[in-house]
């Protein structure tokens, strides 16, 4: 059973989720709120599997939401972000809150159903093109910042299996591209997640873009030393 929070300011929105997600055996929701305050003290009082947020929400917006309830809940509670737009200019930093994808409010019913079961497993919704292309987006206007990550440690196996899992590979694609097993991906992905200090997928496709090791267009970039 997956225990969900819905938080958007719009209640036409938050209702339709909610009647939605409520229609499942397999989703049970525990908590509504209209703005940002209130899913953190709901999180808090209710410890939902999945939150739900909004990315743009008075008193308290989305992505600050987002990185209390993970934070209070140890990342226990996973937490995946609506937006109307397709460009939102919050997506990346969502991401790199700790969210585990987002979701346009425009989606069919199947695509939120699978967006929440996909996230509350603890997996990033990585899968859809609009995701790849928004995190490049992101990444590549703020390419003067200096990245907060350093690939120096990284083994060149580890540095192609970042760069795969950037590119929206799942492990048995990754595995099949680098001819290795599933098992070996497992242990280079767990290994450079250390490494980075990564939470998830979405950290680390993040991390691959901040690195130069692929670019806007799915391009692959030189190794930043």
């Not at 950290?203 to 690195?211: C, K, M, N, P, R």
Request: aromatic share 4%.
């Amino acid at each position: 059973m997956i225990r969900a929070l819905v938080a958007d300011d719009q209640a036409v929105v938050r209702t339709g989720f909610v009647n939605l997600l409520g229609t499942q055996e397999d989703i049970e929701i525990v908590g509504e709120a209209e703005d940002g305050v209130q899913a953190v003290r709901i999180a808090g009082e209710t410890r939902p599997d999945l939150a739900l947020l909004d990315i743009r929400m008075p008193h308290k917006n989305g992505i600050e939401a987002a990185r209390e309830i993970l934070a209070a809940s140890g990342g226990a509670t996973k937490v995946l972000m609506l937006t109307t737009f397709g460009l939102d200019e919050y997506v990346y930093d969502a991401l790199a809150a700790g969210a585990g994808g987002f979701l346009l409010k425009d989606a069919t019913f199947p695509e939120l159903l699978h967006a929440v079961r996909v996230v509350a497993d603890g997996n990033a919704l990585l899968s859809p093109e609009i995701t790849k292309r928004l995190i490049a987006e992101f990444v590549h206007a703020r390419a003067s910042r200096l990245p907060v990550h350093s690939a120096d440690d990284l083994t060149a196996r580890e540095t192609e299996v970042l760069t795969l899992i950037a590119r929206g590979l799942s492990n048995a694609e990754i595995a099949g591209r680098l001819t290795i097993t599933d098992h070996t991906v497992k242990t280079h992905i767990n290994r450079l997640f250390a490494k980075l200090e990564l939470r998830d997928r979405a950290q680390a496709v993040i991390a691959a873009y901040e690195l130069g090791l692929v670019r806007a267009g799915g391009e692959s970039g030189a190794r930043r030393r």
